[in-house]
């Protein structure tokens, strides 16, 4: 409750030229920025051919708007066809509220956060599947935290570190409820902490460096089962875009590493003890105005203290960007994962977007 | 108590002398407030002279800039709605939020041209709305936008309210004197081809007429059916001039002037700093004159 009216005060109590509350209509200025995602996917692949043609892979609803001079809100409703099982196919659509929240607007320095969103760990977990570098979120990100990423309900604060360059510090408490990482636990939370810094080697270079951990730790008193989750990772970026004919060349090179413990006893499927680690390396060059190389590595299976077999996988990528609007990308995956034949596919996607389209995160 | 007499003066004394933490998101804007605040400001802008504000990214370094600032000066019409929300929200300054009283939009105090009007969709390019965002290109905008800008600071720093008023009369007769001189090199009708609408308020301002745009819609590269009716006009309309922005790419003017031999192709500077020797917005107008005008 203490904690309730100090959070109260600190929100309210900053001076702002707040809009009268009154006004609650003026055509429709204040209706929310409404916008679209449609991810359309053609897939050719060696293995899983139940889901091999032409899905619809994701379409996402974004909706955000200022609630008041206090808040933000933002919601993105995502939906996806289902994966078929081996030997139907599946046409059966799922939706899911990828990310609903809240978020201060008059708190000087920091922001405080509410309600289900992504993780903010590592450099890809957070982001949607429309802005991800690739077509599929890649093999490490699925090992670590499942298909659809980690997103859960929870509350998150983050704000600028008192440095000479841009250093920010995330700090978020979660509801777990992802089954790939988390016993179901109501008494127990998850907890994130994110240090991202970024440094201008010139007005054409930049550095990011972050580093990530997550924690997870349950006990039940009366059974005496303990469950135990920790994420480690760090990411590496660099980016070079010319500030003369930064339209048609640009260069990137990104790389993420993720170490994953999860410990328990019974409740876990009797004692379990996993250790498993990945790396993702990916570097993306602009061929002209409208067009994208890229090429990706990515390592499974560092660290790990089972005899699974190691992954080695390769990904190749060709977009065609017209607008900020569209792109078509086509990319091609050789999957190495111990059987005698490696995984190949062939993807093809067009993603557009329509409506109100919010900057993607640099 | 003496040592906090001592530290409490410096700490007044500080305050006092402090500039105005000014970020603005072009140069021309930068150089405009550094023309009224003189050594009153400290200013810095996040997009340089050789790059196109429509489509800057969301850098975190500028989201550190902005945590800092006292006053943002931004553009708007729909210029910078690609990256510069983002910055903002990542700053976590709320004083320089839009509608809040660290943050001037500049096209919210000047009338703008090219308004659309009726049914607008993106199906006609990177189209603004709002209004043409180029307004920093007519000089008698821009005096419009320095008096927006010496009324900001003065709210924010009454004290040296005198100081800006002095810069803003020094800057608006000097860019008066300039206007009636360089206004002499367009006494003859000028047709010109461009490759955006970037130089839009200049032309209006000196009366040149733009026959056409090399972008077929805006933001939309040029196609080839598109150019061949640009050659067209080119033979047709007896256009000496085609007038490329640095910081788009030339070779379809130079063909057309390859198709059209008496054409001329001129790359120009369209912001301060885009051009070695253009270090504010006298010598920017003074170059695109030199180059446009006769």
């Known amino acids: ?362 | 108590m003496k040592v906090f007499s001592i530290l409490l003066f410096l700490g007044v004394s500080f305050a006092a002398h402090s500039k105005i933490k000014v970020i603005t998101t072009t140069t021309n804007l930068a150089d405009l407030v550094r023309q009224v605040g003189g050594d009153f400001v400290e200013v810095e802008s996040l997009c340089k002279g050789s790059q196109d504000p429509h489509f800057l990214e969301a850098k975190p370094s500028y989201t550190f800039k902005l945590s800092k600032a006292d006053l943002l000066v931004s553009i708007g019409a729909g210029l910078e709605e690609g990256w510069l929300p983002l910055v903002i929200r990542g700053s976590r300054n709320p004083d320089i939020r839009e509608g809040q009283s660290g943050h001037l939009v500049a096209s919210d105090v000047v009338s703008l041209l090219e308004q659309v009007k009726g049914e607008v969709s993106r199906s006609q390019g990177d189209v603004h709305p709002e209004g043409n965002p180029h307004f920093m290109l007519g000089p008698s905008k821009v005096i419009e936008v320095a008096k927006a800008i010496t009324s900001k600071l003065t709210s924010l720093d009454e004290e040296n309210k005198e100081n800006y008023n002095k810069g803003f009369k020094a800057f608006e007769e000097r860019m008066t004197l300039s206007l009636d001189r360089w206004k002499k090199k367009f006494s003859n009708s000028i047709k010109v081809i461009s490759y955006h609408k970037t130089l839009t308020y200049f032309y209006d301002e000196f009366g040149v007429d733009n026959i056409d745009v090399l972008e077929p819609k805006p933001g939309i590269p040029p196609t080839a059916s598109h150019i061949i009716g640009i050659i067209s006009k080119v033979k047709s309309e007896e256009v000496k001039k085609i007038i490329v922005e640095n910081y788009f790419d030339e070779t379809v003017a130079k063909r057309v002037s390859k198709e059209v031999p008496r054409v001329q192709v001129e790359v120009v500077p369209v912001a301060v700093y885009g051009k070695k020797e253009v270090d504010d917005l006298f010598t920017l107008y003074e170059y695109l004159v030199n180059k446009i005008g006769e």
Do not use: C
């Open chain 1, 1 to 362: 409750m203490k904690l309730f009216l100090i959070l109260s005060m600190i929100i309210t109590s900053y001076s702002l030229n707040a809009q009268s509350l009154s006004q609650t209509s003026r055509g429709n200025k204040f209706n929310p920025s409404i916008g679209l995602n449609a991810l359309t996917l053609y897939k050719n692949g060696s293995r899983e051919v139940e889901n091999d043609g032409i899905s619809i892979q994701e379409i996402e609803l974004q909706f955000s708007s200022d609630v008041d001079a206090y808040f933000r809100a933002e919601a993105t409703i995502a939906l996806h066809q289902e994966e078929s099982e081996e030997g139907e196919h599946s046409h059966e659509f799922k939706v899911e509220p990828e990310e609903i929240f809240v978020e201060t607007l008059s708190i000087p320095n920091m922001t405080l956060k509410l309600g289900k969103f992504y993780a903010n760990f590592g450099k890809y977990n957070a982001i949607h599947s429309h802005a991800l570098p690739f077509i599929y979120r890649g093999k490490v990100q699925e090992e670590i935290f499942g298909d659809e990423g980690l997103a859960e309900a929870g509350i998150g604060l983050s704000f600028l570190a008192p440095a000479p360059w841009f250093s920010e510090v995330s700090i978020q408490a979660l509801q777990p409820t992802n089954e790939t990482l988390f016993v179901d636990s109501h008494h127990s939370m998850a907890y994130v902490l994110k240090w991202k810094n970024l440094w201008d080697l010139s007005d054409a270079m930049t550095l990011e460096w972050g580093l990530s951990g997550l924690s997870f730790s349950d006990h039940n008193h009366r059974s005496e089962l303990e469950a135990k989750t920790r994420l480690y990772g760090t990411d590496l970026t660099f980016k070079w875009r010319p500030t003369k004919d930064g339209k048609s060349s640009s260069f990137m090179w990104s790389t993420e590493y993720i170490q994953k413990h999860i410990s328990g006893t019974e409740n876990l499927d009797e004692n379990i003890n996993k250790k498993i680690g990945g790396i993702t390396s990916f570097v993306r060059y602009q061929l002209a105005q409208r067009w994208y190389a890229q090429a990706q590595y990515e390592f499974l299976g560092l660290g790990k203290n089972d005899d699974t077999k190691d992954i080695n996988a390769y990904t190749a990528l060709l977009a065609l960007i017209p607008t900020e609007f569209s792109s078509i990308r086509a990319q091609f995956d050789s999957i190495h994962d111990g059987n005698d034949k490696p995984e190949k596919r062939l993807s093809l996607q067009l993603n557009i977007s329509i409506g109100a389209h919010p900057a993607h995160v640099y």
